[in-house]
């Protein structure tokens, strides 16, 4: 008996390239070629990536499970519906260029306050990693873990003042959305 399923699994991680573009262009209807669009990021390339998944045409129940297991391999993933991906290119996707230029600020700012420039950023750096693991590890949201370490009149609060003064939370939420637009964009054309 000859197989009406295709041994091909086709995976883009193109931004934008909807699963629909992808079917039309590689003729997955006639070929039965299995289709997964995946947005994941950079971190991956330490075992850290954030990524989500939509399942196409053709898929089964198999190539959900082999794209959960090699995803969280390289970090954690999500199967989300495909009109949601190009909001996950806008926040992890592209959310490691956010981090890091916020490693720079931070690293910059200790630099200006008379760090040497390797000792601030690692600082930096860690800062950054042990606040995430804080948020994942105790499941608390960030606002409870901020309020935390900020105590009446002191530096946090100072700083924290500092920050939203300069916008930061807005511009945060506008990178990620005009990636998220972005991303769409490019799914249009």
């Known amino acids: 008996q000859v197989s009406t399923q295709s041994t091909w699994v086709l995976i883009s991680i193109a931004a934008g390239v909807t699963l629909s573009a992808i ?9 039965k070629v299995r289709l ?3 947005m994941p990021n950079t971190p991956c390339m330490v075992g850290q990536s954030a990524s989500a998944f939509s399942l196409g045409l053709n898929t089964t129940s198999e190539d959900k499970e082999t794209m959960s297991k ?8 999500f199967e989300l519906p495909e009109k949601l991906l190009d909001a996950v290119t806008g926040l992890s996707g592209s959310g490691p260029a956010y981090v890091y230029q916020f490693i720079e600020a931070m690293a910059d700012g200790g630099v200006r306050a008379g760090l040497p420039r390797q000792v601030a ?6 800062t950054v990693l042990g606040s995430a693991q804080m948020v994942l590890t105790t499941g608390q949201h960030p606002g409870q873990l901020k309020d935390a370490v900020t105590s009446p009149g002191g530096t946090t609060i100072e700083g924290v003042h500092a ?9 945060v939420m506008n990178a990620v959305c ?12």
């Open 23 to 31: 079917a039309k262009h590689s003729k997955a209807e006639q070929t």
């Open 70 to 77: 090699l995803l969280d391999s390289v970090g954690v993933s």
């Open 36 to 38: 997964v669009r995946v």
């Open 178 to 189: 005009a990636a998220a637009a972005k991303s769409k964009e490019l799914g249009a054309n």
């Open 121 to 126: 950023q690692t600082l930096a750096a860690q």
């Open 163 to 171: 920050l939203e003064n300069g916008g930061m939370r807005a511009a």
